[in-house]
């Protein structure tokens, strides 16, 4: 009989993948905002959808972590992973909320590069949950989300640039200077937050190998 990482009894897997699963639709609906800007407000009304939901799943796993005495890897590993991947759905949920409330006419090309890396690097993670229910290595996918990660950050420079770069003018050039920098530490906060979640998610393999 094979060996089972997660028994089903406790289905703490079952519901990391649930959890991630609400993630991976949350970033879905905000990369679609950013690279195709129509319908935004029932776009990010979807995302605040999800994010309730994904919410829900988290304190479901944190009411089987008080529940049970004896879990199939540390207790610290599954409310660590329970934890990165609400904070991460949490982040999203932001920026989506403050593309609803600013008003922007079109999306800046960072932007739209930034946030599809961000849905890779998220989809990424989903593969090392499927590996680390397997007990098989996640170099792969944790190299990818590195190799992203440093993109991000070479383009996080160049979108700067480019924000202060805009001639004040006017009020309305320094709100748009003051917007799209919360944006963009928004993203910001949701790619390092994205690499925190696969470092978790390795080290958790590691231990366990």
């Known amino acids: 009989m094979a060996f089972s990482f997660f028994p089903k009894e406790i289905q703490f897997f079952e519901l990391l993948v649930e959890q991630n699963g609400k993630l991976r639709d949350a970033v879905a609906a905000l990369n679609g905002i950013f690279q195709d800007f129509v319908d935004v407000e029932n776009?990010?009304?979807?995302?605040?959808?999800?994010?309730?939901?994904?919410?829900?799943?988290?304190r479901r796993i944190s009411q089987q972590l008080s529940l049970t005495f004896i879990t199939p890897i540390d207790r610290e590993d599954i409310h660590n992973i329970n934890i990165s991947q609400?904070?991460?759905?949490?982040?999203?949920?932001?920026?989506?909320?403050?593309?609803?409330?600013?008003?922007?006419?079109?999306?800046?090309?960072?932007?739209?590069?930034?946030?599809?890396?961000?849905?890779?690097?998220?989809?990424?993670?989903?593969?090392?949950?499927?590996?680390?229910?397997?007990?098989?290595?996640?170099?792969?996918?944790a190299q990818k989300v590195k190799a992203l990660k440093y993109e991000c950050e070479m383009l996080l420079l160049v979108a700067l640039g480019e924000v202060y770069d805009i001639k004040l003018t006017d009020f309305v050039s320094v709100m748009e200077i003051v917007k799209w920098t919360h944006i963009y530490d928004r993203i910001e906060q949701a790619v390092n937050q994205a690499e925190a979640l696969a470092d978790t998610i390795e080290g958790v393999v590691l231990k366990n190998a």
Do not use: H, W
Request: net charge positive.
């Open 86 to 141: 609400e904070d991460l759905l949490n982040l999203i949920k932001a920026i989506s909320t403050r593309i609803g409330l600013y008003d922007f006419q079109l999306m800046k090309f960072p932007a739209k590069k930034l946030v599809k890396n961000l849905s890779i690097m998220v989809e990424e993670v989903g593969r090392m949950l499927e590996r680390l229910r397997e007990r098989k290595p996640v170099e792969e996918s």
């Open 43 to 58: 776009k990010c009304k979807s995302i605040n959808i999800v994010e309730e939901a994904g919410n829900g799943v988290s």
